[in-house]
Structures are given as structure tokens and as C-alpha cells.
């Protein structure tokens, strides 16, 4: 079977029932976010929200949000708490690019679909904001082929809150949070 031609674009709400699709096949509950959230976030910041479809079909199997945060906004458990407010939050002038979602249908991985989405958002945000210099996310300890890209796209483990996550009838997971610097080229 060959790989699906793919292509990746701006979210728009008509993408919100494919968009909670994959969050429900991605995240189990007590780690899921809802759809009213993820309608702000693309309110609050369409050109950080990308999906990833397939070009024949039509389908929307791949999602990645975020946020642009100001310097001084610091990073901490409060504003890293699942469900904060990206109306709140977000700013079109902010240097952090925080990444707030990121997850494939489960027919669609290990296609380096994921990859190519999160390379997408990159190169978006170099382009077109400039001033961004660092990214941020936050992964559970769990989540091993998350963990492996983002080790593979330059991130690298600063610190780890305890017990962040916590699952349904399952033990708590720690959350890793991990950044990366973007380097700007030198001037003159
Ligand atoms: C994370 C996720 C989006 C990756 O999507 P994907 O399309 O399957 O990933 P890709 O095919 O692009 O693979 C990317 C890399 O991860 C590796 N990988 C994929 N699944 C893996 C696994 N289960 N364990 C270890 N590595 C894995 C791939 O081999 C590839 O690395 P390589 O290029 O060195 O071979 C997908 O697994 C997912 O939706 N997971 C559940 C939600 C989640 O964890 N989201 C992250 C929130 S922080």
C-alpha cells in the first residue's frame, strides 16, 4: 500500500469533530481535553493550529496546536495546567511558542505523519513569526514515540513536574518538560 498523499493546513471549526476524534483515540480520559477548548485554541491562534489531511479522501486523521507565550509569562505548573485558557494566554507578540496538543488517528501513525505535522508547525512559526526563540512542551513520562520525536526534532528534558497526568483508574504520570532553543542567524 503506498503512503497517502498528505496535506497540511490551517485548522478551521469545521475540523472540530475529526480534531476530538484523534483526541479521543490518542489520550485516555482524565488526560483529554474538550471540544469548547480546542475551539478556543483555534480562535485564539489559527496559524499555531495545523491538521494534517488526507488529499484523496478528505480526511483529517492529525492535529497540532499552540501558543505563543510572552517571556515574562514564565513556565510553571499553573499556566501549564491541562485545559488553561488560550484566550487568556496567547499573544500574537509572545517569543515562546508553547505547544499545547499534538496526536494522529491511530490507522494513520508510524507513517512519519506526526513528524511531518510537527516539522509543518515549525517551519510556519520561523517563517512567519520570527521572533520566536524558544519552544515549549510538556509530555508524559509515558508517552514513548512522542518522547522519541521530539528528541529527534532538537528538544531537550528541563525539568519534570510530578504526578502531572492523571488518568482514570490508572496511576499518575509525571510530566517531562521539555524545550528548545531556536537559533537566529547572526546579523550583518
Ligand atoms: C506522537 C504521535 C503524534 C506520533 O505520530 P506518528 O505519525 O505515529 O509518528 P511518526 O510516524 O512521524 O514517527 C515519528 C518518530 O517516532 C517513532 N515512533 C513512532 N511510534 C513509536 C513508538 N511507539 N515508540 C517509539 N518510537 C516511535 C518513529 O519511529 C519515528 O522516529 P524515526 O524517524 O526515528 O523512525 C502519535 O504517536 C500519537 O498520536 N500518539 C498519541 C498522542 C500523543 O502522545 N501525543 C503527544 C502529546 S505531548
Same mark, same amino acid.
Given at each position: 500500500?503506498?503512503? &497517502?498523499?498528505?496535506l497540511i493546513r490551517s485548522a478551521t471549526p469545521a475540523d472540530i469533530d475529526a480534531i476530538m476524534k484523534i483526541e479521543y483515540e490518542s489520550f485516555v480520559a482524565g488526560s483529554r481535553e474538550d471540544?469548547?477548548?480546542y475551539l478556543k485554541r483555534i480562535r485564539a491562534f489559527p496559524d499555531g493550529f495545523l491538521v494534517a489531511e488526507n488529499a484523496e479522501t478528505g480526511e483529517v486523521g492529525g492535529y497540532i496546536s499552540s501558543e505563543l507565550w510572552r517571556e515574562?509569562?514564565?513556565v510553571n505548573a499553573e499556566v501549564l495546567a491541562l485545559g488553561h485558557? &488560550?484566550?487568556e494566554l496567547h499573544d500574537d507578540n509572545g517569543t515562546n511558542l508553547y505547544i499545547t496538543s499534538f496526536g494522529t488517528l491511530q490507522s494513520w501513525r508510524g507513517q512519519k505523519i506526526g513528524l511531518r505535522l510537527f516539522a509543518a508547525l515549525e517551519d510556519k512559526i520561523a517563517r512567519d513569526y520570527p521572533d520566536v526563540t524558544k519552544e515549549i512542551l510538556i509530555v508524559s513520562e509515558k508517552w514513548t514515540a512522542a518522547r522519541h520525536l521530539y528528541a529527534k526534532r532538537g528538544f531537550k528534558e528541563t525539568g519534570r513536574i510530578i504526578d502531572f497526568f492523571t488518568p482514570d483508574d490508572l496511576p499518575a504520570e509525571?510530566?517531562?518538560i521539555m524545550m528548545k532553543d531556536i537559533a537566529k542567524p547572526v546579523q550583518g
Open positions: 500500500m503506498s503512503a &497517502p498523499s498528505i471540544r469548547d477548548l515574562d509569562q514564565g485558557d &488560550p484566550l509525571d510530566a517531562v
